[in-house]
């Protein structure tokens, strides 16, 4: 069975800092891999997801994602975080097209002036 | 707008009362989901529905119950509410095939059992 784990729970980054926020999974075959993201009080927004081809994904907001087969992981990047960036960020992963996906604990994310 | 509606958006229940969350999509997916979500605990699976009048226990169904009712609308219901289930609870659907592959989410029912 499949298994997202997010090890940071808590990241603070400065104003116009680089982000990285680690994502490793467990799956046999290669998985469809999705970053969600959720302001406070509010609902989940996709940012990405990777299901095929390039290994290094575009999403919205600025943000990006590479896969690595060899490390089985997924971190999403941005290069300069903003304060509005300021939600939690969780990992999701799925075995085949049409069911469940199976979500990290998520990784909060704090931006400090 | 396109997307999954979910009612209603707080509620405050009294031990042992029951109440229906409502979820609809108007994306015409097949696959709908009931969620609970809890601080440190991410996202965790209550029940979901592959397909118009099949149901699935996920991994916290006790307590729980839910109705596909028609191709749209998913309800989950709770017939002696617990404080244990005080949450927050996302409805979700599924595009079909793997381009569309993702959940929509709705907004969530922030439900607190006293």
Redesign the interface.
């Known amino acids: 069975a499949q298994s997202v784990t997010q090890p940071d729970?808590h990241i603070t980054v400065s104003e116009g800092a680089s982000l990285e926020l680690r994502c490793n999974y467990s799956y046999g075959a290669t998985p469809?891999l999705?970053w969600?993201v959720q302001s406070p009080g509010?609902?989940?927004?996709?940012l990405l997801?990777y299901?095929?081809g390039d290994t290094l994904v575009q999403g919205i907001k600025g943000f990006e994602a590479e896969f690595k087969r060899s490390q089985s992981s997924f971190n999403l990047r941005k290069p300069s975080v903003h304060w509005s960036d300021a939600a939690e960020y969780?990992c999701?992963v799925?075995a085949e097209?049409?069911t469940?996906?199976i979500?990290?604990?998520?990784t909060t994310l704090s931006v400090s002036s | 707008n396109a997307g999954v509606t979910q009612t209603p958006k707080f509620q405050v229940l009294k031990t042992g009362q029951s109440m229906t969350l409502q979820c609809a999509q108007d994306m015409n997916h097949?696959?709908m989901?009931w969620y609970r979500q809890d601080p440190?605990?991410?996202?965790r699976?209550i029940y979901?529905s592959?397909s118009e009048g099949t149901t699935d226990k996920?991994e916290v169904p006790n307590g729980y119950n839910v109705s596909r009712l028609n191709k749209r609308e998913f309800s989950l219901r709770l017939e002696s509410a617990a404080p244990s289930q005080t949450s927050v609870y996302?409805c979700a659907s599924?595009g079909?095939?793997?381009?569309n592959?993702?959940?929509?989410?709705?907004?969530?029912t922030r439900l607190t059992i006293v």
């Open positions: 729970i469809y999705f969600y509010q609902g989940l927004q996709l997801k299901f095929s969780f999701a799925g097209a049409g469940a996906l979500f990290g604990k998520g | 097949n696959s989901y440190g605990m991410g996202l699976l979901y592959a996920g996302f599924i079909q095939g793997a381009r592959y993702g959940y929509t989410f709705g907004s969530g």
